[in-house]
């Protein structure tokens, strides 16, 4: 379901209102509390409070049954307007409400604490029972409406919030919660909430050595372990393989640039807030990287280029950096450096439609790879009450108009939605759900005809005529290290064998095998499979439970029988066993299934 669908549902409805009646229960329970916002989300609600004490286990169990009392109280959700002062009067012992109320007053902040231009000359109100909020809605009519059965304070454990995301302010708790339509629905929501903490990245990466985070490296800077490492390293290389098929060029640039770098291209003064502060060296300012396609455009702009070079198709696994606040850092996939498999192409406008679609093409054949087969594409478009974008109007419509054609004349299941465009032109995002259901951001395309007039970048056309090229931004992956935290839950570690870090663990019986064991393992190794040789002291049956913890893929024991016969005793990490088979045979199976990247074992 797409954001506007979302928002126009009723269950979003539904969670809006049962958003207010939390809020209503947790005052019942802290009446001194403060209380802040409290928005519908993708899969729930949340709200803010600023509490008197810490709260526990027993309020949260009394909170979510109050509520479930309110609901089946059967009261009216109305909605009043008032003047800005009314609104101070009735709010005077709630400063988080006074400051919003004024911010709505001077057109900064919507009740939401968005950020907004239009003044309010008068403040909505929504009650319930004995509960007022300032609020624009929509709520359900009457809190009947709302299943009691279908109701949850999802996370226990409650979490921190900054007021108005701003590290300097006070921290709040965060008390999350969930509603449905049915009891069924929250069910299999709740199993789905036990399932991803199950598969949570962070916890598999520690089981399987993937990666760390130390303290003293800094938050949000994950440090590779050998096996993650192999695992990235493996993505990379099946990926650059791809970009030369389809005429890809690889690039390497800096990490740093020229402040003027990022000024020019506008990355500078439009994100800000979100890039660190520059760097003094020689009386000259330089920025940490926070976008690749600066650096890119300066290699196209290098030389003169002739309509014969286009299409330039310059790829690049390029690191950037992003300043994150410490709250918003979690495991892989919100981080402060990272990588992104980015790729500029140039084009002539004629070239355009035939690009676009074939990096859709690639993309589409990556996440059918990796059993990423349940997707939807999203055509991001500009706000038109913002001004956070660039471009001459005329061009933007250009460039959305050969989006959605492409996106039509390859039968894509797309929707439309405003703001969620780059500053510099429209994108198509590819929005992915895995096996918790749950919808990640991944694969973008965007088409820009800006960053090419800002640096003034030109071709020689057919005519002898100096032309301007059109961009085309792309990134499959979307981030190195978020993409693998994804792949880490989706596939609960146990990855594809051409993926896994060590394909195969070769388990002597008795000491007596051990260099039977190696020579095996070489023979694996010239046909490119990743191999180790368990040799340790425990006995074979705690081996094989320590290795399928480790969901190696393939379990191979030696012993006397297997060296005289030239067998292996295969099992796989689902603790199948195969039985003997022939060197050959296992190496034959085993090479096809990493060699073919199948999502199957045998």
């Not at 921190?160 to 995301?165: D, F, K, L, M, S």
């Not at 070239?351 to 059918?368: C, H, M, N, P």
């Not at 780059?422 to 951001?441: N, S, T």
């Not at 095998?513 to 040799?535: F, K, N």
Request: hydrophobic share 40%; charged share 25%.
């Amino acid at each position: 379901m797409s954001k506007a669908d979302y928002k126009n549902s009723q269950l979003y409805r539904i969670r809006h209102s049962t958003a207010h009646v939390m809020a209503q229960a947790m005052l019942e329970r802290f009446p001194e509390a403060q209380i802040a916002i409290g928005p519908p989300i993708e899969d729930g609600f949340y709200y803010d409070f600023d509490l008197p004490r810490p709260i526990n286990e027993e309020d949260l169990q009394w909170v979510e049954n109050r509520m479930r009392d309110i609901i089946r109280g059967g009261y009216d959700f109305t909605e009043q307007e008032v003047t800005p002062d009314e609104a101070r009067a009735f709010f005077k012992n709630q400063k988080y409400k006074i400051e919003l109320i004024n911010d709505l007053v001077a057109g900064r902040v919507d009740d939401m604490g968005n950020e907004i231009a239009q003044p309010a000359e008068k403040i909505t109100f929504w009650t319930q029972d004995k509960f007022t909020d300032l609020c624009r809605g929509p709520h359900v009519k009457n809190t009947r409406e709302i299943n009691p059965d279908a109701v949850s304070i999802t996370f226990k454990a409650p979490a921190g919030a900054y007021w108005r995301g701003d590290e300097d302010r006070e921290q709040l708790t965060r008390i999350y919660g969930t509603a449905w339509e049915t009891a069924e629905q929250l069910e299999e929501y709740l199993h789905l909430l036990e399932e991803a903490k199950r598969r949570d990245h962070r916890v598999i990466g520690e089981k399987l050595n993937l990666f760390t985070i130390s303290p003293l490296v800094g938050k949000g800077l994950p440090l590779w372990k050998p096996y993650g490492a192999i695992m990235r390293d493996t993505l990379e290389r099946w990926l650059r393989d791809k970009q030369l098929e389809h005429g890809y060029l690889p690039v390497v640039t800096p990490h740093i640039g020229k402040l003027d770098l990022y000024k020019t291209s506008g990355h500078y003064p439009y994100y800000k807030d979100s890039q660190y502060a520059p760097i003094q060296v020689d009386e000259e300012e330089f920025l940490l990287r926070p976008m690749n396609c600066p650096h890119h455009v300066m290699i196209y702009k290098s030389e003169m280029r002739s309509y014969r070079d286009l299409p330039l198709r310059l790829a690049e696994f390029g690191t950037v950096y992003r300043y994150e606040q410490s709250g918003e850092l979690t495991g892989l996939t919100r981080v402060r450096g990272f990588t992104v498999d980015d790729a500029h192409l140039f084009v002539t406008p004629g070239q355009l439609l035939d690009e676009f679609k074939k990096v859709v093409s690639l993309i589409q054949s990556i996440f059918q790879s990796l059993g990423l087969t349940d997707f939807r594409a999203r055509v991001g478009t500009r706000d038109p009450a913002s001004d956070k974008y660039v471009g001459d109007d005329t061009l933007w419509q250009q460039a959305t108009e050969a989006i959605i054609q492409a996106c039509d004349e390859m039968g894509l299941n797309y929707n439309v939605e405003a703001g969620e465009a780059a500053f510099y032109g429209p994108k198509l995002d590819f929005i992915v759900r895995d096996v918790l259901k749950r919808e990640w951001q991944l694969g973008t395309v965007q088409v820009d005809y800006n960053l090419p007039a800002r640096f003034e970048l030109e071709y020689v056309a057919e005519d002898n005529s100096r032309q301007r090229p059109i961009m085309i931004h792309r990134a499959p992956f979307g981030s190195m290290e978020r993409f693998t935290g994804i792949l880490i839950e989706h596939f609960a570690g146990a990855f594809p064998a051409w993926l896994s870090p060590v394909q195969a663990v070769i388990i002597p019986i008795a000491d007596r095998h051990v260099d039977a064991a190696h020579s095996i393992a070489a023979q694996l190794r010239t046909h490119g499979l990743r191999v180790e040789v368990d040799s340790g002291k425990s006995r074979m049956q705690a081996k094989i439970r320590e290795h399928r913890e480790r969901l190696v893929p393939y379990l191979l024991i030696v012993g006397d029988r297997d060296i005289e016969n030239g067998t292996v005793s295969v099992r796989l990490r689902t603790d199948e066993d195969l039985g003997a088979l022939p060197l050959a045979d296992f190496i034959q199976m085993a090479a096809g299934v990493v060699n073919s990247h199948s999502l199957e074992l045998k």
